[in-house]
């Protein structure tokens, strides 16, 4: 299961931090996942509530927000954005697209007390 791990690892990441600033609670998560990353949204937050349990991060209000991938396009040379994987530049309708961002996923804000 591709989400749990990414909890997982989100969870590592969020705690860490939190506590070499010297926060004793995190409590609340924001997460940025690319339209093209493939990762399930409903999956990543229940491997989220799991991944956090027992640690300061257990109480954690957790939002995830989608971003638009963009992609460089071979064919029109210019940046656009796409909204899902397979489709055509909407510039020039062509499909040699290089992905730039958008197939990942990241830590955008942490609050912690
Ligand atoms: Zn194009």
Redesign the pocket.
């Given at each position: 299961m591709h989400e749990l791990s990414l909890s997982i690892n989100t969870v590592d990441t969020v705690v860490e931090q939190a506590k070499k600033q010297g926060f004793k609670r995190v409590t609340s998560v924001t997460l940025a996942i690319g339209t093209l990353s493939c990762i399930e949204p409903q999956a990543l937050a229940t491997g989220f509530e799991f991944a956090s349990r027992g640690t300061i991060a257990a109480d954690a209000t957790l939002k995830i927000e989608s971003v638009a991938a963009r992609v460089w396009?071979l064919?029109?040379q210019?940046h656009?954005e796409i909204p899902e994987r397979g489709v055509s530049?909407p510039?020039?309708q062509?499909y040699q697209l290089k992905v730039e961002a958008g197939d990942e996923l990241m830590i955008k804000h942490i609050e912690v007390e």
């Open positions: 396009c064919d029109c210019q656009v530049c510039r020039c062509g």
